[in-house]
């Protein structure tokens, strides 16, 4: 049975021991992000901030809800203690799509407020990093628009900034579908584009709004999969998007075609702050409706950045489902969270340096997000990194197993630290690919025997060495 909303969820978390409610007074500017960013860095719960300064009672702030790979099972209805392995196999079996239901109003419209009522500063955005351009309400929120020529209703993840009370200004790349949208159909023709900013909606609501689907695909239909269970729509009041009824907080607005204003910098979930300032999409705020006592969603970017965990799922299934399509004879694919994101971990049947340069070009196709992929044979486990790392160490030729090359201008991600500015500019950059596996036209006999417990040992010794294992007085 999927959470109806975040608090459902949050009871859930409560119960597992994954969040942590703080009564004391914390400050939202820069506190609780800096509480938020080293609880991360300590593999620690999620935490729900109850009494933020200069805010009444009941205003609250829910700081990293799927900042682990515990609570992402969670939030899916797993066991915990699920492996990453068995948590991407299972998004990768709900990967389906289920349409929403759309109902007349829900809990997000308890209070409405238009017009010269509205006032952002009314909920307690926090100043997350030091050095950050603002305060930032929407980091772990969804962005709901409508493509202006036809039905499909988009949903993503793009960070929001507060310039006054009643405007808001966004960051978006040009590759995404919200930068293109407005690059070739808004701006052009001078035209607003209604926008909804979805804070506080049901976890794998958020799930499907980080995840990459091609244009035309609306991905309520895939948060509706993923919790095996339709989302519940309803209308907003001053447009025709629909946004889920159950979440916390919804921003209406328009994003100005001709209007722009500074945005950032800001601490990015490549682990480093954005280098300055840039001009960024201005959005009006018409109507905010919102639950009694919302509770604002927040991530504090970082190293390692805490929604790392959804997006390494997702853009793993998403690489995997790409290589399978191309031929590639992939296994298991791994996306290290630790990498910030720019690393791929690729298993396959059979490896070779023909076999890494037909990876290098299926992921290089419409544009490169990871700046570094490591292929490995099938007998190296994707998800133990010290596998890998050996598998790196000891079979990587230091120059026949390294194949790298520049990418063409407007393929590179402009949030790679490693790119210089001219390279970021550009979109351009550069990919390595790692070959970790056996040279095909090696001869069996001269591949090396793996010194290691699964490999070394007789079936019969290994079986009696596990049935006594606790009897020898080991652990765990």
């Known amino acids: 049975m999927a959470f109806s909303d975040i608090r459902q969820f949050i009871d859930a978390l409560k119960q597992t021991g994954d969040l942590v409610a703080v009564k004391q007074e914390v400050d939202w500017d820069l506190e609780a992000g800096a509480i938020n960013r080293r609880a991360y860095e300590m593999n620690g719960p999620a935490i729900l901030f109850e009494n933020i300064k200069d805010y009444t009672e009941g205003y609250r702030i829910l700081a990293g809800p799927l900042g682990t790979f515990r609570r992402l099972a969670i939030a899916m209805g797993l066991a915990p203690d699920t492996s990453i392995k068995d948590l991407q196999a ?132 895939f948060a509706g999969g993923l919790r095996q269970e339709s989302v519940a729509l309803t209308k907003c009041e001053t447009s025709d998007l629909l946004v889920p009824a159950y979440a916390e907080i919804v921003i209406e607005g328009e994003i100005l075609p001709d209007k722009t204003a500074e945005e950032g910098p800001f601490g990015e979930y490549s682990g480093y702050r954005s280098p300055s300032q840039s001009m960024g999409m201005l959005c009006e705020i018409k109507a905010i409706t919102f639950r009694n006592d919302p509770i604002l969603t927040m991530i504090s970017a970082g190293v390692p950045d805490d929604h790392s965990p959804v997006i390494a799922v997702t853009a793993a299934t998403a690489i995997k489902q790409a290589l399978i399509r191309r031929g590639i004879p992939v296994t298991e694919v791994h996306v290290p969270p630790h990498s910030g994101l720019h690393i791929a971990i690729v298993g396959v049947e059979s490896g070779g340096r ?107 010794v290994k079986r009696k060495v596990l049935a006594n294992w606790h009897k020898y007085g080991l652990w765990p």
């Open 354 to 460: 023909d076999m890494a340069r037909k990876i290098f070009e299926a992921l290089t196709r419409r544009r490169a997000l990871m700046s570094k992929i490591i292929v490995v044979d099938k007998d190296v486990n994707v998800f133990n990194l010290d596998q890998v790392l050996h598998a790196l160490g000891v079979k990587c030729h230091p120059v026949n197993g390294i194949l790298a090359e520049a990418l063409a201008p407007g393929v590179g991600n402009t949030a790679t630290p490693c790119f210089s500015l001219e390279e970021r500019m550009a979109r351009r950059g550069a990919i390595a690919v790692l070959d970790c596996t056996w040279p095909p036209e090696w001869p069996r006999e001269i591949i090396p025997v793996r010194s290691s417990f699964d490999d070394t040992y007789p079936e019969e």
């Open 90 to 221: 299972e998004y990768e079996r709900r990967n389906k799509p289920i349409k929403p239901i759309i109902v007349d109003s829900g809990p997000c419209k308890e209070n409405i407020i238009v017009g010269g009522e509205v006032d952002i500063y009314r909920f307690p955005a926090p100043m997350i990093h030091e050095g950050d351009g603002g305060r930032y309400i929407g980091t772990w929120g969804i962005a709901v628009f409508k493509d202006p020529d036809s039905d499909w209703m988009n949903w993503g993840v793009y960070r929001f900034m507060v310039h006054t009370r009643r405007f808001l200004v966004g960051w978006t790349r040009e590759h995404s579908h919200l930068g293109m949208t407005l690059s070739e159909k808004c701006i052009p023709d001078n035209r607003s584009l209604p926008i909804a900013i979805v804070i506080g909606a049901e976890p794998l609501c958020h799930v499907a709004a980080a995840t990459s689907y091609p244009p035309g695909v609306d991905e309520v239909d």
